[in-house]
């Protein structure tokens, strides 16, 4: 376990004693190839995930077959927990490889047995998941924030106001390329590409591939 040592799922259990958790909880690793699936939307799963090497990423489908980009993870990210701690529900969104990656499967059931030793070690990976679950929250409510404006320029402007308030620096980058923000903003890449080009011309922001800087300061309150 010890590619999951920067993991937050196991911060505060030192490397000793991640050897022995693997088989006491009954965690094993599987390897999959870019764009192959690990859970179909409407699956369920005991099973929490950490990403180990590469990334991956939460797509929802819609009925016409068309996928919405939900949160892409990387190494050391964890997923599938809040439908392991209900193995009877149905994942919302079908996770795939972003690119080549390696995951660790976990039975949610491993951290409630009893009389297995490591007692103290599953305390804090309980302890650190509710916090896992608390900032996993409060990024939806980023995302929500953003998408719920009507206009491709609202919903760039809301981010950006976001973005720049978490780093509070005059230039900032952004965790995506134009592809993974037009994603994550639900709008066609054109179109947000359009929008960022006539907000530049505008006077508005200024951008260079992924870093940004507001010049307009009216922008943050409208945000």
Sequence with gaps: MKDCRECKLFAGIDEKALSGLRSVLGAFERSFGKGEVIINQGDNTDKLGVVTEGSIEAIRFSANGNGTLISALGRGEVFADFLAADDTA??????IAGDRCRVMLIPFGGLFARDTGFDEEKRIILSNLVA???????????????ISSPTIRGKIVKYLTLMHGKTGTAIFEVPFDREGLARYLNVDRSALSRELSKMKND??????????????????RDG
């Design 132 to 146: 896992i679950y608390a900032e996993k929250y409060f990024l939806l409510m980023d995302r929500l924030i953003c």
């Design 90 to 95: 149905q994942s919302p969104v079908s996770i």
């Design 203 to 220: 006077g508005l922001i200024e951008y260079y591939k992924s870093s940004f800087r507001i010049i307009d300061k009216s922008l943050l």
